[in-house]
């Protein structure tokens, strides 16, 4: 029985020594970055062809026309933060911010393939869709790679924090330097004090 509970505490110190996983280089996450800007380029033309305004007319929700809207508008965003994270690909914040701006995007676009196979055409909701899902691979690799990436931003903060440590245990164990006492002149003595004639 003492063995069985020794068995999990043995394995916790080599868990914690796993190395966080290697990082996808620039050259392969690259391709993955100009996809979500290509993908919202594609998605534009086709929320140009959706007419919210018409469903509104034929009984659906006003909330359609500021989801249109919207979406058109994270369309640029997605662009946007594609491009920065793209310039800069080891930087964490750009990649979450791309990816967010994706989700976001993604949210809007299936509402509104709803909208447009409920008001409008359903060729026109399924293309939404099928464009959609187009990026659904490089959704999982993107997620991955800030995985991998906050992993490793982890890990480098871990050993910046030991070292760290361990310098201010260094600088903590010195002795300090012995100051030594002022000199003092030396005192003069009654005959040096007497005015020579």
């Not at 997620?143 to 871990?158: C, H, M, P, S, W």
């Not at 310098?167 to 007497?194: F, M, N, V």
Request: contains cysteine.
């Amino acid at each position: 029985m003492k063995t069985l509970l020794l068995l999990p505490l043995v394995s916790l110190p080599a868990l914690a020594q796993t190395p966080a996983p290697s990082v996808a280089p620039p050259w392969e996450i690259a391709p993955v970055i100009a996809d979500f800007s290509a993908q919202a380029a594609r998605v534009k033309p086709i929320l140009d062809r959706l007419t919210p305004d018409q469903w509104v007319r034929r009984g659906a929700p006003d909330a359609y026309v500021a989801q249109w809207q919207s979406a058109r508008q994270e369309t640029v965003y997605v662009a946007n933060a594609s491009k920065a994270f793209e310039g800069h690909p080891e930087k964490l914040t750009l990649a979450l911010d791309a990816y967010f701006r994706w989700e976001a995007l993604q949210t809007r676009l299936s509402t509104l393939a709803e909208g447009a196979r409920k008001y409008q055409d359903p060729a026109t909701g399924d293309l939404l869709v099928r464009v959609v899902g187009d990026n659904t691979g490089n959704r999982d690799k993107l997620r991955q790679y800030i995985g991998d990436l906050a992993a490793e931003k982890e890990e480098e903060f871990t050993v910046a924090d030991q070292e760290a440590q361990r310098c201010r245990g260094a600088l903590s164990r010195q002795t300090p330097a012995k100051k030594s006492a002022p000199s003092k002149a030396p005192s003069k003595t009654p005959s040096q004090t007497e005015d020579k004639p």
